[in-house]
């Protein structure tokens, strides 16, 4: 990133206010720097030179007074403002990079998930140095630093020529050594990434490698990944501090020539006291934003390569979508037309032609990997058809093709239950209310139908029972229910399940399948992935869905196909975590 990235104010609004008030602050910051040198002369001057005692420069010296004190105000409020707006573009880079995971598809995020997470919590939080001490230094040279040589070239231009000749020696080495570490930063944020999505993937695993005996077989490897991760931040920190030592002692040297040649023409009466002092007290102003600039750097450095990191995500391309408000899913018919969809090589689903009618139970049947949930993901419209179409065949004879469609007004009529439901944080009710509002009737009617109220009889609380993320205090069944007496109260035409009763007994499986009658006589569209044969043979419709492999002519007409999968992409890039540690 540059020292001021455009990409920045573009992406994270909160930025452009806060570059406009460290500005104008900055401004008045030079003016009080050159004004507290002018009084500090004013005041020490007339005592040298004429014998003078407090009382008779009492003007300047309360002129110095609040001078400083407006000065120690200005920094208190520039700091306070820093910090707040450091936090405020913090939270909208946030969610932007998460809006536009959220937009690159269900493929892109099983490849790049666990990165954006770390990327969105640990990463972008060291962005704060960069607004707090490094973006009000870098503007600081281009108001104090300026406006301080003005003055010193009014007062003793030969002064502010040697400050010229000097200035651009700090700016070489802060490039110099800004490059190494910016490497070394760009290091750390990628081995913290590797450590974030190995520790989210050990511990999303966690339970299957307890039941193993493996548990601690990782224990090396993430060992490893952290004292890189040290080791890789040590070798910034002794940079940075390299750095600092010779920018403190170009910017001494500096004035330290200003201060002799002055010192001489002051001895042989060549310049006046009043503007010595002067000259003398501005020297080191003049260097002090751009050594601050160069310290600060390294402090922010960490943060810039997350901003990359994000401005990589927020820059990667989007699959277009329409603006055609999406018509009315109980009347309407999706016909899905020679279907396929590129997948490693493979076409799954290849050429499904099918058709789905409002009120049906239509399920998905067919081997695993042929793309059933694939073409679950291409009928929400989160996957894009390789080749063929979906179209919707309205009552009124109108037929739109899924991609002219809003796929806000779409999704608003369509109610998906995955295998592994989306649980959050809080009470068993706020989790199936979703945050709209249900009576208890209604409540103890859904969740009798889904057999959930046998669960919420056994909890502590009964619905004001809290549980975890992911559900965690509901075992997998449990949260499946919840999930089930959820879509059973939103009042959709389209509810999507993803293998209802896997994780099921005999007696649970019995109530879903009753639930999914209750809704199917209500007029609800189900469309089911279906591999057990009691679901399957509640369906008043089947879609048989098959795969094939592409041929080389394909493969070279769509690149896509020779695309490496999610899997082997982690295994060629990332160390495994039981690497060298089976005995």
Known sequence: MKPL?????TYAKAARTYIAFITVTGTVLAVLVIGQAL???????????????????R??????IAIMLARAALTYVNRAYAHRAANNAIIELREAVLDRATQLGPRWLARKSSDTV????????????????YLPQLLMTLTVTPLTLLVMLYLDWSSALIAILTIPLIPIFMILVGK????YSDQKLSTMEKLGSQ??????????LKALGREWAPANHVHRLGRTHANTTMQTLRVAFLSGAILEFIATLSVALVAVKVGMLLVYGYVELFPALVVIMLAPEVYLPLREVGKNFHASADGVAAANAAFEILEEPVQPTGVQTAPDLMTSTVNIRNLSVAARGTW???????????????????????????????????????RGEIVIDTVTGQQIDL????????????TWVPQAPAILPGSVKDNVCEGNTYSDEQLTEAAKATGFDVVINELPHRWDTIIGHGGVGLSVGQRQRLALTRALLVDTPWIVLDEPTAHLDAITETQILDTINTLHNRGRTLIIIAHRSVVIDRATHLIDVSSREATAEEIEQFPQLSETTVEQLRLRTTPRLLEGEIA
């Open 5 to 9: 990235d455009k990409r920045l104010l």
């Open 39 to 57: 009084a500090i002369a004013a005041s020490i001057t007339p005592v040298i030179t004429a014998g003078q005692s407090l009382a008779d420069v």
């Open 59 to 64: 003007t300047p010296l309360l002129a110095l």
């Open 118 to 133: 770390t990327l969105a919590t640990r990463g972008l939080d060291d962005l704060g140095p960069y607004f707090i001490s």
């Open 180 to 183: 190494l570490t910016q490497e």
């Open 199 to 208: 520790l989210l993937d050990l511990i999303a695993g966690l339970p299957t």
């Open 348 to 386: 799954a689903p290849a050429q499904l032609t099918t058709r789905i009618e409002p009120g049906s139970i239509t399920a998905l049947v067919g081997p695993s990997g042929v793309g059933k949930t694939t073409t679950i993901m291409t009928l929400l419209g989160l996957l894009q058809p390789t």
């Open 403 to 414: 991609r002219d469609l809003d796929l806000d007004s779409w999704w608003k009529q369509i």
